[in-house]
């Protein structure tokens, strides 16, 4: 049986960082690798012939001889996943959605796929494969429990191109005990955390090390979800890099409450973690409240970011725009917080209601969705919204955003925010998990794509950041990286986002959007093995 495994492309948003893999990465190709699909290969059956094309750094081949194809992907891919499964179908091939969005919304493929496979995959996806060799394969295979990740294999990383992506993602638990009112998760994967066995992470590290990876990515939902078990994890991870002389940066989705424990934050240095990522939102208190994102009240925002950064862990966050209590007035505060907190990798965002999720049911119910709810490039919530605001124009909201987001993306806002973090930013370490040769590559491209072809506006603001750096000399790299990070992002505002003509703008009154509800009698009910 050969089994053909896709994930679509991307639409350019803040994580492609085209500019960094075309001008200064460019033996890398893309952020992280499909680990969803390196899974599902693990759980497939031993004598089937897989192959994993990731479309995000290579083309598909739509001739490829196989049996069956499965395509992958989150809401924002939706409208690649769709083609893709439509072309492979046209040609007599068996197709496959899965994915996150699938997963919530599995009703969304039926007029695309053959067989959908939504929810966790351990259990349902043997379970179709050993329907579709028996020929009486479902249409609907869903997980509406959730499985023991203790029963999640090693992920075949050996079918993935490891060397062509900045980083490579790990998953030690699923779920997050929070419940933010927006927040697709917990609906896929509920608010207890279960999590892997440290031996388990044991041989998935030493695969990676095997394969000289160094950069990890812990793609975790919430990875301090499970205090208890992240501090073993912690533990073991700290023991291992020792053991193994530090052959790994570390980098992890976590809740901004992990500022609130200074044993966590040293434990986590000492491991070697070299960045978080969180999701801050706004800075306005009230509607945290309203969001139900209580863990982000219990410290002034400002103190909790600047409290990991005096642990030289960085702070990467999501900002999200489009509350019920933003007005004109939020764009400068958002704008503010930004700069003072140095926060370079802040990833602003309309705020969308995904379906499912409480936000989408409150908002339908207020009568408050936009008719444009189904348009695919509304996924890419850096094009429009399917909330109407209240304290604001839909125009106002949309161009307000996006004038916020090229705001901080110029030169000086960039040297603002190096500056910024320069001043709190202690005991960062200097590992940079590159061999010298392609180090020097990407100062090189660094100094010549990146500063120089900036012209002297830009020299003026780098020889700021320099100067200051000249302090603590060892800084001067995380300085460089910092406006790389920074010019990818101004990049994609320049050359995506300011060209291209935004298809909702108009001021449309809201109608609730109709919902399909899957037919029960599609699913195939997996017996449970407990
Ligand atoms: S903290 Fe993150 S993962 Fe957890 S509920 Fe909130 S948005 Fe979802």
Request: a neutral charge; charged letters at 20%.
């Amino acid at each position: 049986m050969k089994l053909l495994l896709i994930n679509p492309r991307f639409p350019e948003n803040f994580w492609t960082f085209s500019w960094v893999f075309e001008h200064i990465a460019t033996d890398k190709a893309s952020l992280l690798p499909p680990l969803g699909l390196a899974t599902l290969a693990a759980l497939t059956p031993a004598d089937w012939q897989i192959t994993i094309v990731d479309e995000n750094i290579e083309e598909i081949d739509f001739d490829f001889e196989c049996d069956l194809v499965g395509v992958c992907g989150m809401a924002v891919q939706y409208p690649r996943q769709k083609e893709i499964l439509q072309r492979f179908r046209d040609k007599g091939r068996h197709t496959i959605a899965g994915g996150s969005y699938a997963s919530l919304c599995p009703e969304e493929y039926t007029a695309h796929a053959d067989t959908i496979i939504a929810g966790e995959a351990e259990r349902v996806w043997p379970a179709f494969c050993r329907d579709y060799l028996l020929g009486v394969s479902g249409v609907l295979y869903q997980e509406k429990d959730s499985i023991s990740l203790e029963e999640s294999p090693c992920p075949r990383y050996d079918l993935l191109q490891l060397h062509r992506y900045q980083s490579i993602s790990i998953q030690f638990s699923r779920g997050c005990p929070f419940r933010c009112e927006f927040c697709d998760i917990i609906v896929t994967f509920g608010r207890k955390p279960r999590t892997k066995s440290l031996a388990q992470i044991e041989t998935e590290l030493n695969t990676l090390r095997e394969q000289g990876m160094t950069q990890l990515f812990f793609v975790d939902d919430n990875l301090i979800g499970h205090l208890p078990k992240f501090r073993e994890l912690l533990q073991f991870l700290k023991e291992y890099q020792a053991r193994h002389r530090y052959p790994f940066i570390f980098g992890a989705e976590v809740s901004l409450n992990l500022a609130g424990y200074p044993d966590l934050l040293q434990a986590m240095h000492e491991a070697r973690f070299h960045w978080v990522f969180l999701g801050i939102e706004t800075p306005h208190h009230d509607t945290l409240k309203d969001i139900l994102k209580t863990q982000n009240t219990h410290q002034d925002l400002l103190t909790s970011v600047q409290t990991i950064h005096k642990q030289g862990i960085e702070v990467y966050a999501s900002f999200v725009i489009g509350f019920d209590n933003d007005d004109a007035s939020t764009f400068e505060r958002q704008r503010q917080f930004i700069l003072d907190s140095g926060i370079m990798l802040a990833s602003i965002a309309l705020l969308i209601a995904l379906p499912k999720t409480p936000l989408f049911e409150r908002v339908e119910r207020e009568g408050r969705l936009r008719t444009q709810a189904q348009n695919p490039d509304l996924w890419n919530n850096l094009q429009g919204t399917n909330i109407e605001p209240i304290r604001q124009s839909y125009p106002e909201l949309v161009e307000g955003f996006r004038k916020l987001i090229s705001d901080i993306a110029t030169d000086q806002a960039i040297a603002t925010r190096i500056t910024n973090k320069l001043r709190v930013l202690h005991n960062r370490h200097t590992q940079l998990g590159l061999t010298r040769w392609r180090l020097t590559g990407y100062a090189l491209r660094f100094f010549w794509k990146g500063i120089f072809k900036g012209g002297p506006h830009r020299w003026y603001h780098v020889a700021k950041t320099i100067v200051q750096s000249m302090r603590r000399p060892k800084t001067l790299a995380w300085v460089a990286q910092n406006w790389v990070i920074g010019l990818a992002i101004q990049n994609f505002v320049r050359e995506f986002l300011n060209h291209n003509p935004n298809p909702i703008m108009s001021p449309t009154p809201a109608q609730p959007r109709k919902q399909t509800l899957s037919d029960p009698d599609l699913i195939t009910e997996i017996p449970l093995k407990r």
